[in-house]
């Protein structure tokens, strides 16, 4: 199995190449650029959270409760509330991802659960989707995509690591199959991961922002005059 270092170090070079590829090929924003390769990095121990205890629990979830706050400013700054909510607001996001859903991790997770699984995956890229900001929905995707390739880096290595040369032949872990998959052994945690994986696309699938924002209120009328038009011609 892959240790912590291992996991790390090799998420932030896979981050570093995903941000540098943006900048050169793409000329994605040099911010942006370094926000998604961060969010690689430190994407590849988020599967570990199941672990129950130990370094990447703990590290996940300060760096979870220190950067979540930060990525909904934009949201609560729409809101258009006094700044000092906002600090508040973010304040209790801190502490409730450092401490009350810490606490669930520990008791209701197994290790090698459905946190080390394809769907989850998908689910933490959407969620990373839904916390970025910006008008562009473009830019949103490529830093959503930087945390979804950090998970993946995470069950590729895993996967990897349950495979050894033995008397000169390939020999299967145990552990093999525990990563990248669907599905778990048990129903109701598999019951549960894609219960959260069609609530969040579809509420991926919802948001705003996959409209772009200068066309305001005219998209609709547009849409429907246009609709109009195709039914008078067909009739006539």
């Not at 990373?128 to 473009?138: C, M, P, Q, T, Y």
């Not at 996967?159 to 109701?188: C, D, I, V």
């Not at 598999?190 to 959260?196: E, G, L, P, R, V």
Request: glycine share 8%; hydrophobic share 50%.
């Amino acid at each position: 199995m892959a240790g912590f270092r291992t996991h790390i170090t090799f998420s932030a070079a896979l981050g570093a190449g995903y941000a540098a590829a943006a900048y050169a090929l793409f000329e994605v924003p040099l911010p942006t650029c370094v926000l998604a390769g961060g969010l690689c990095g430190v994407s590849g121990m988020l599967p570990d959270v199941d672990s129950n205890a130990g370094v990447p629990l703990r590290e996940s979830m300060a760096f979870a409760a220190a950067v979540i706050p930060l990525m909904m400013l934009d949201r609560f700054g729409q809101l258009d509330v006094p700044t000092e909510w906002l600090v508040l607001a973010g304040a209790a996001v801190y502490l409730f991802i450092r401490f009350v859903v810490a606490a669930m991790l520990r008791k209701y997770t197994v290790h090698r659960g459905m946190f080390h699984s394809l769907p989850a995956a998908i689910i933490a890229g959407e969620f990373a989707f839904l916390l970025a900001s910006g008008d562009d929905v473009r830019l949103r995707i490529y830093k959503a995509g930087g945390v979804t390739l950090g998970y993946l880096s995470h069950l590729v290595l895993d996967e990897l690591y349950s495979m050894e040369w033995y008397h000169g032949r390939l020999r299967l872990k145990k552990s093999f199959g525990t990563a990248l998959k669907l599905f778990g052994r048990n129903w109701w945690p598999n019951i549960s991961t894609f219960a959260k994986l069609a609530i969040l696309t579809y509420v991926v699938l919802k948001e705003p922002g996959w409209l772009p924002q200068h066309y305001g209120n005219d998209v609709r009328p547009t849409v429907e005059r246009t609709a109009t038009t195709m039914i008078d011609r067909v009739v006539r």
